[in-house]
């Protein structure tokens, strides 16, 4: 076995991506240490030196999935609004469906990882939903409040709920799309695709017709302002 070597910092990021793929094609409970070591070239006890347990790399994985992500950072400076409220989901709209120019193969990965989760005892997904929640839901409460003004329809869905509501269809639309062959055939171009969905968001959420066709044009001509994570 032929170890390269790298800094801590460096190793540790490199064993997290070649972890990320096994344990999202075989799961938490599935993927050995052995397995793992293999995957990033080291010993075991090399992996067992930056990561005492599988528990620890999981926790790493979840870590670095949440934190650095330059839209997430420029999404959250912005002030509460409608048209925040619409750039918000406009964009995770986007990110989901792979519209945003990240890197779809960590994307779909992380997807994976998830599915599995649901699967076993959950607990990636739950600590996952909460760092999102944590992070972003203040914004996107803020923002609906701000939103009540005048651009929402009186008797609308809790914000936490709401929040949650929008989240499900993306990932879900997400989930569809992981096979090379997509599992549905949604109609129409992928931009278009993005923009249907943001629609039925928002008016779940209970914007009007009205706010979301301004904002939303004004949310498309913003986006390339938002840089790809």
């Known amino acids: 076995m032929v170890t390269i070597r790298l800094d801590s910092d460096e190793r540790r990021k490199a064993i997290v991506a070649a972890a990320l793929p096994l344990f999202a094609r075989k799961g938490f409970a599935g993927t050995t240490t052995r397995e793992l070591a293999e995957a990033a070239n080291i010993s075991e006890a090399l992996l067992f030196k930056h990561f005492p347990s599988k528990q620890k790399l999981y926790g790493e994985i979840l870590r670095l999935g949440c934190e650095g992500d330059p839209a997430l950072e420029r999404l959250s400076a912005l002030e509460p609004s409608t048209l925040t409220l619409v750039r918000m989901t406009h964009y995770m709209v986007r990110y989901f469906l792979g519209a945003t ?129």
């Open 101 to 229: 120019g990240s890197d779809s193969g960590e994307r779909d990965w992380r997807l994976r990882l998830v599915l599995h989760s649901f699967l076993e005892d959950g607990e990636y997904a739950r600590q996952l939903f909460e760092t999102i929640f944590e992070r972003v839901h203040p914004l996107f409460a803020a923002s609906i409040e701000a939103a009540a003004a005048g651009d929402m329809v009186i008797g609308s869905v809790c914000p936490a709920n709401g929040f949650w509501f929008g989240h499900h269809v993306a990932a879900m639309m997400a989930f569809v799309f992981l096979p090379a062959r997509a599992c549905l055939p949604y109609q129409g171009t992928l931009a278009a695709l993005v923009d249907e969905t943001s629609r039925f968001i928002l008016r779940g959420i209970g914007l009007t017709d009205t706010a979301i066709e301004r904002d939303l044009a004004v949310a498309r001509d913003m986006q390339r302002e938002i840089p790809s994570p």
